[in-house]
């Protein structure tokens, strides 16, 4: 009985742990944008203009949204539910997930079942279908193509105003909110020069920098080398009791016995050796047998002798 009760509260642990999680995750979900009237801006996956808004994960883990709930009711926070097994409901790090408010479900996961234009809030729910994890308070002053969102992605406050919203003065649909206008890298160089010339100098001067530096690390290395052959070379000669042998040291009797043999080499009149280049092969009959003949080991020639009775 104690062990049929410890299983049922180790698994009632485990489950409740995992739905903690489960909503530890989802809770790091923000609506971060909405566009209202939509004319001339994002088309969805069917060629119609929409108004929509988005969801930004703001954690560093994937976020599964799948059994979340959407609505524009308070009364009815389970209006819309974000369809389970979907892969795209997996939010990946800081990335942005866009939703149509066409009333139009049958489109796909996500298209939803209301529309902006009648809506005053939008609420994001967790999976219980109680936890209102974020919601966005509609403006009515917004223009068509005009969007209304966090300044910077996922920071603000948790009802649409107040600090950190505001009319955007362009539209970024899953994208960054913040950024969009800065200029790259690229633009800042061709700004300040256009004519490339700081880019060659700094490469030419990167490159001459990275061979004196390869000059210095390979003279060092070769000292090094050397020093250490000619330590060993020393301690070799100590070794077997040998004295190295100095050019320097080499006797005058040495150089007076090589030149005269250079000039002894050189002179006509002086006799030389001349070694005969032909040779003569010549056949010889030999009575002998080769070393390989049984005469070698057979000195008698055997003889069998029969026993008599």
């Not at 996500?110 to 994001?124: A, G, Q």
């Not at 406050?157 to 899953?174: A, H, K, L």
């Not at 490339?196 to 690390?217: D, N, R, S």
């Not at 002894?264 to 005969?276: Q, V």
């Amino acid at each position: 009985m104690n062990k049929l009760r410890f299983i049922l509260v180790s698994g009632l642990a485990v489950t409740l742990s995992v739905f903690t999680l489960s909503a530890q995750s989802q809770s790091d979900m923000r609506l971060n944008e909405l566009l209202i009237h939509n004319e001339t801006n994002f088309e969805d996956d069917f060629g119609f203009h929409n108004g929509w808004f988005e969801l930004f994960n703001t954690s560093y883990g994937t976020v599964d949204i799948g059994g979340c709930f959407l609505s524009n009711d308070p009364d009815n926070l389970k209006k819309y539910i974000i369809p389970k097994g979907d892969v795209l409901t997996q939010i990946k790090p800081r990335q942005h997930v866009l939703f149509w408010a066409d009333n139009n479900p049958y489109h796909g996961t996500f298209h939803i079942n209301f529309t902006l234009e009648e809506s005053d809030t939008v609420y994001f729910v967790a999976s219980d279908g109680r936890t209102v994890i974020d919601k966005i308070a509609i403006p009515k002053n917004l223009g068509v193509d005009q969007s209304y969102g966090r300044i910077e992605d996922g920071i603000g406050s948790n009802d649409g105003s107040g600090e950190g919203w505001g009319i955007m003065p362009w539209t970024s649909p899953s994208t960054n909110n913040a950024g969009v206008d800065e200029e790259t890298k690229s633009q800042i160089m061709a700004r300040e020069d256009p004519g490339g010339w700081i880019l060659t100098l700094t490469a030419m001067l990167v490159v001459f920098c990275a061979l004196i530096i390869l000059c210095f690390i390979f003279k060092f290395t070769g000292h090094i080398a050397v020093n250490k052959l000619n330590r060993k070379s020393t301690a070799a000669t100590a070794g077997s009791g040998e004295t190295a042998v100095n050019v320097k040291e080499t006797s005058g009797e040495t150089y007076a016995a090589i030149a005269v043999a250079l000039h002894l080499f050189h002179e006509e009149s002086e006799a030389h050796d001349n070694e005969s280049l032909t040779i003569t092969m010549s056949h010889t009959d030999r009575s002998y047998s080769p070393w390989s003949s049984k005469i070698y080991t057979l000195r008698q020639t055997p003889t069998l002798k029969k026993n008599q009775r």
